[in-house]
DNA sequence: ATTTATTGGTGCAACATGCACATATTATAG
DNA sequence: CTATAATATGTGCATGTTGCACCAATAAAT
């Protein structure tokens, strides 16, 4: 049965996985942000106060990269960089301006899905928010 | 309430989006494939006789860059070209080593995720797996 | 038969990435 | 307290990937 979980999941994540919505996304937004930057913008939008290798190991590109990508998004406005109290670890939280982007990208988002949902009832709905909510507890415990 | 469904989905597919652990993964399975022919090898999974151009467009990548990529994994035999009916059209389908690969992917993403569900009794489990096939379903309706 | 549209291949310049190494800071050992 | 080790990031460089503009081949439309 687990297989049969997974097997869905897969089908699930692979359908949201499609760089090219987003792109016609933030372009309709008007947000002039490279569909490369959106992991950065996700994860710390996800976790405030984020440092680059957390950022590196999460989104699995080198901490040199994550470097000089986060330092353009710093200098675009979508990130602040925090007070450093350890001196080598650079963390950055997400700007208002970067807020906002990431808000739109998620409406955005939810409009073509929820398009998807019509057949749903209230109450399929509401069990399909509770399965889901649990189940995106659980992958984040820990780790 | 969609509100929340789509929040608990986003957190799930940002979960999922974790490059490093397909890296992990295909070298313990001890697949040379570079994790950004990944995508390739799913799509070509999910719709056998794929074009380039319907990959590049799915993936949201320029259909160059897709077309060497493809050439690559003909190449060293994850795809095999298909006989063209239409001339100018490309397609490919996943090679007896490339349904291999992907299943072993798919195997051990479901083995690292498959420890996150301990908590979960079996009752739960089978109204996970009806709830996600459905909605699995109906993300796959139409185009 | 001619024109138009579709599909994808190629040269080229720009960008992104990883590696190896350097630097700065903090933690640890003695 | 000092010396050493560990951590976190930044930089130069070589390599790889990407998109763009254009071209060639094929199919569809007029």
Chains 1, 2 share one sequence.
Do not use: C
Request: glycine share 4%; charged share 30%; no cysteine.
């Amino acid at each position: 049965m687990d297989n049969e979980i997974f097997e869905a999941l897969f089908e699930i994540v692979t359908f949201f996985n499609q760089p090219q919505q987003d792109r016609d996304l933030l372009k309709r937004a008007e947000i002039s942000l490279e569909p490369a930057a959106l992991p950065i913008i996700v994860r710390a939008g996800r976790q405030p106060e984020i440092s680059i290798g957390e950022l590196a190991n999460q989104i699995g590109r080198n901490h040199s990269s994550v470097s000089r990508q986060v330092d353009k998004l710093v200098k675009a406005g979508w990130l602040m960089e925090v007070e450093r109290r350890d001196q080598r670890i650079r963390r950055v939280t997400l700007s208002q301006q970067g807020q906002r982007a990431l808000l739109q990208v998620k409406v955005a988002r939810e409009a073509a899905f929820r398009q998807r949902l019509a057949d749903y009832s209230d109450a399929d709905r509401s069990e399909l928010a509770r399965v889901l909510q649990r189940l995106a507890a659980t992958l984040n415990e820990r780790g």
